[in-house]
């Protein structure tokens, strides 16, 4: 009796979790696999196979291409600037001798915030003509009205993006820079190695897994960039602004196509999965395992 | 020279600084100032709260609270019971399959949510979830990650606890609720960090599961808010999200270091 229920045990512990996750994670997986491939009409609750018609729909439309381009922007002027960023914030930071407790606090605000509250603060501050955007920074960079103009929205947007995770990235950096041993600096110190070289031959080696980590976690918020579109742009003007992520919420709920919606899902899988697959690659390795070059 | 290094350092920390704080203390400041001057530029000129009566007079921003903290702490709650046991199970008893367990759970983690939304937003269709809190709190409380990260750290604990406990001849309830839990509070600390911001701050899924203000966070009703309400009225709108954001803004002045130790957990959420 008693082996019994020691064995049952561990399956009776992970029975809940198992519901959970089969429910809202394996069976969501599978239909949404399955809804690619059918037509559902949510209106009159009827729906058909209809085999690969909703991918040689939604893949060469023009849209799509669209979401895919707004998505891969989005994405190199997020994940740049905020590891750059976010690199030199900590570098910064990690030298001062006294105030590194305040301007590590100052730059954690914005993470510690409602980000789709603080686009709507955005949105205003990027107002055409009377929004302070367009009033400081209107004369010094000739452009203003940003989020009217299909070219700058998405630059917009940027901003915003940047604003939010920059002090995460700066966080994860100096967390790392408190751990880097000091005899390798003392021995480059002592070779006359200059502050550049010392950077590019000990901290940034050293630095390695902490790049790669912070590189796929800006990489996924940039595929899962939603809150700063749905509060600023609604995916406009002319859908400049309209990535994948939010694609798969005005295609689904917003005009209730399901089944292309499925197809973007999948696509946005592929590519998160693709985003890890990096991690295994040549110079990530290298980097991962902080040897030298 | 070293002293010029430092005061270079602050000097463009700052410059940087006026990047990250400007939304934030031009949000605080025009919340507090009548429409009127915040478009003549005079912010503060007249410090009132006439823009909060007007948000409480507009919108339902109670039934937005409470349902807010209904979903963060019962999304926490229910995390708690369903992946605490899962954790333990996986980090400390023996059974058949486990490494396929383990196994599997690194590959739900890979998959984000945002791919899962559309079938779960039909599967609540379909049983009637839609605007009810439980569509808010469900999908998220059994969790691949709160179950990797726990377990985790339950492989860290030193294993003579454990086996002091079963010499004891305490049950698995026991060891859970009298050893498990207090040695795991750091971490617990930090999910709890991590799942409460991540519940009060959502906004995609509320987007999918909400149409009316009945189960209405308050990142939904700062969209609604800002959407509906004429243009021009930005007291409003500001004070609005100051709603939002002011408590977390407090609580992170107040635990810092719990809250950096949450947040930073972002990254490996997947």
Avoid at chain 1, 51 to 66: Q, Y
Avoid at chain 1, 91 to 117: D, E
Avoid at chain 1, 204 to 216: D, Q
Wanted: proline fraction near 5%.
């Amino acid at each position: 009796m008693s082996t019994l229920r020691s064995r049952l045990t561990p399956h009776l512990l992970l029975a809940p979790a198992t519901i959970c996750l089969v429910v809202f994670v394996a069976a969501p997986l599978v239909i949404v696999l399955v809804l690619a491939f059918f037509n559902l009409n949510l209106v009159t609750g009827t729906s058909s196979f209809v085999g690969l018609a909703n991918f040689t729909t939604e893949i060469p439309h023009p849209e799509f291409a669209r979401a895919l381009r707004n998505t891969l922007l989005y994405a190199v002027f997020t994940i740049g600037p905020s590891m750059v960023g976010g690199l030199l914030v900590a570098l910064l930071i990690h030298g001062l001798r006294r105030g590194q407790g305040f301007w590590r606090s100052l730059y954690f605000l914005p993470v510690a915030t409602t980000l789709v509250a603080m686009s709507a603060v955005w949105r205003w501050m990027f107002r055409a003509d009377t929004g302070v955007v367009d009033t400081v920074l209107g004369p010094l960079l000739g452009i203003h009205d940003w989020l009217s103009d299909p070219n700058l929205a998405l630059a917009a947007i940027t901003v915003v993006g940047n604003w939010h995770q920059i002090g995460l990235v700066a966080i994860l950096y100096l967390a790392a820079l408190g751990t880097l041993p000091q005899d390798q600096y003392d021995s480059a110190a002592l070779d006359g190695a200059g502050g550049w070289n010392r950077f590019w031959h000990v901290t940034w080696p050293a630095l390695g897994p902490t790049t790669i980590f912070v590189f796929i976690m800006t990489a996924g918020s940039a595929l899962q960039a939603y809150d700063v579109i749905a509060a600023m742009t609604q995916g406009g003007p002319l859908g400049s602004t309209e990535t994948l992520t939010f694609a798969i919420w005005n295609r689904g709920v917003h005009y209730f196509d399901i089944g292309r919606a499925a197809v973007l899902s999948l696509a946005l899988l592929v590519l998160s999965v693709a985003v890890t697959a990096i991690q295994r690659t040549g110079y990530a390795r290298r980097l991962e395992s902080g040897g030298t070059r | 020279m070293k002293l010029l290094g430092q005061l270079t350092r602050h000097l463009l920390l700052a410059l940087g600084g006026v990047y990250m704080l400007a939304p934030i203390v031009l949000m605080l400041a025009s919340a507090f100032t009548p429409t009127a001057d915040i478009l003549a530029g005079n912010y503060l000129a007249r410090p009132t709260l006439d823009n909060f009566v007007e948000v409480a007079r507009t919108v339902p921003l109670g039934t937005y609270y409470l349902n807010s903290v209904l979903v963060a702490l019962a999304t926490f709650a229910l995390q708690l019971v369903v992946c605490v046991p899962a954790a333990y199970a996986m980090a400390r008893l023996r059974y058949r399959g486990r490494t396929i367990t383990v196994w599997l759970l690194g590959l739900l983690i890979l998959i984000p949510f945002q791919v899962l939304a559309i079938p779960i937003y039909l599967i609540f269709r379909q049983v009637g979830l839609i605007n009810t809190l439980p569509a808010l709190i469900l999908p998220f409380v059994g969790s691949a990650f709160a179950i990797f990260l726990l377990r985790q750290f339950f492989l860290a604990l030193p294993g003579s606890m454990f086996d002091a406990a079963t010499l004891d001849g305490a049950g698995t309830v026991a060891t859970l609720l009298q050893i498990v839990i207090p040695a795991s509070r750091p971490a617990l600390l930090s999910l709890g960090v991590f799942t409460v911001t991540s519940a009060w701050n959502a906004y995609f899924w509320p987007s999918f599961v909400l149409s009316d203000d009945s189960a209405a966070t308050i990142p939904f009703g700062v969209v609604r808010f800002i959407n509906s309400d004429a243009v021009t009225a930005y007291g409003p709108q500001m004070a609005m999200a100051t709603l939002s954001v002011l408590p977390l803004l407090l609580a992170f002045l107040f635990a810092q270091r719990q809250f950096i130790r949450g947040l930073a957990l972002t990254g490996q959420a997947g």
